[in-house]
């Protein structure tokens, strides 16, 4: 085993730093922690304003997981899930989740025709780790499941803004999209998400979440990022640009690389042994990628994939020479 400390890329979380300007402006937000804000307004009415919706729309979460809770505790006694996915947790909240596979070969496309008996139909676009569905599909879907409410987790829309299914809430009173900070501002650890939604199911929600559960620093950590929005929309450019520039590395390799929208890169091998071998030299080096499904942070990806997220420059090239190491000994 190398000296070098361990460089854990399995989580889709942006590897920058927290900037400056967080800590500087933060002042006044942990100064006036000192009672209680349920559902702070500030940031209420900053994220209104952000998507071009009515206040009255939106209901903050303690990040995504709590608005899973909620809507699987509201809506959830017959939950539907498209494969492959992030959502380790769901069956936490959910006794009863139907997993849809969406995978084939390098393509992903969930099915929009009507789930009998279905209460909640629940995907990612863009979804994590791979693929995306377009707003067309998505309106389909839950226009065919008008008995169902479709929840859209949005949480890597700043990667992909064309697929947003915002604006269409308007018309379709069972779709619920649900946002964050932690994958496109780098601030998962202020665990901190809200639900966009028609006021009914923002109500219903609400009557399930505890009287003050969104923490008042957090709130202001979130209102700072939204101020810097052009500090960030650069970062997700040079993260994008850094995973094109990785990607056409790894396929002049002879890599199979599966298309995403977000800062990860999947690697479908010709088999498990040969997935599970690279993965396993490149822990040897110390560095940490997914294989397949885990109970970490996948759900319903072969064993023949790998995936790991796109770091800083220094990380891609220390994965580089660790990777270049894994293939002439595997």
């Not at 665990?191 to 979440?209: C, D, F, H, M, N």
């Not at 590395?249 to 990860?264: D, H, M, Q, Y």
Request: glycine letters at 6%; one cysteine or more.
């Amino acid at each position: 085993m190398l000296n070098n400390p361990i460089l854990d890329l399995q989580f889709t979380t942006m590897q920058e730093p927290v900037p400056d300007f967080i800590y500087d402006e933060l002042k006044d937000y942990i100064r006036n922690s000192n009672t209680y804000y349920p559902q702070p307004l500030f940031l209420r009415e900053a994220l209104a304003k952000e998507h071009g919706i009515p206040v009255d729309w939106i209901y903050l979460t303690s990040g995504v997981d709590e608005a899973i809770r909620l809507a699987t505790q509201a809506y959830g006694s017959s939950a539907h899930l498209f494969t492959p996915t992030e959502y380790t947790t769901f069956d936490q909240f959910c006794p009863r989740v139907q997993l849809h596979p969406s995978l084939v070969d390098l393509d992903y496309k969930i099915g929009v025709e009507p789930i009998a008996g279905a209460s909640l139909i629940w995907l990612a676009n863009p979804n994590n780790p791979v693929g995306f569905t377009t707003p067309e599909a998505i309106l389909q879907l839950a226009q065919n499941n008008l008995h169902a409410t479709v929840v859209v987790d949005e949480i890597y829309g700043e990667y992909a803004p064309h697929l947003s299914v915002i604006s269409h809430i308007t018309h379709t009173p069972n779709l619920v999209v649900c946002k964050g900070f932690s994958k496109a501002y780098g601030l998962a650890g202020i665990r901190l998400g809200y639900v966009i939604a028609k006021p009914e199911i923002i109500t219903t929600l609400g009557q399930l979440s505890p009287w003050a559960n969104v923490a008042y620093p957090s709130c202001g950590m979130a209102m700072i990022a939204l101020k810097h929005r052009e500090f960030y929309q650069q970062q997700r450019c040079s993260i994008v640009a850094r995973k094109k520039r990785l990607s056409d590395w790894l396929a002049a390799k002879g890599a199979t690389i599966v298309p995403s929208f977000i800062n990860t890169v999947v690697i479908r091998f010709n088999s498990a042994t040969q997935a599970s071998s690279v993965a396993e030299a490149l822990a040897e080096q110390n560095i940490l990628v997914n294989i397949g499904s885990n109970k970490k942070d996948k759900v319903g990806l072969g064993g023949n994939y790998i995936s790991f997220v796109v770091g800083t420059d220094a990380q891609i090239g220390q994965f580089q020479h660790a990777l270049q190491t894994a293939l002439t000994t595997t």
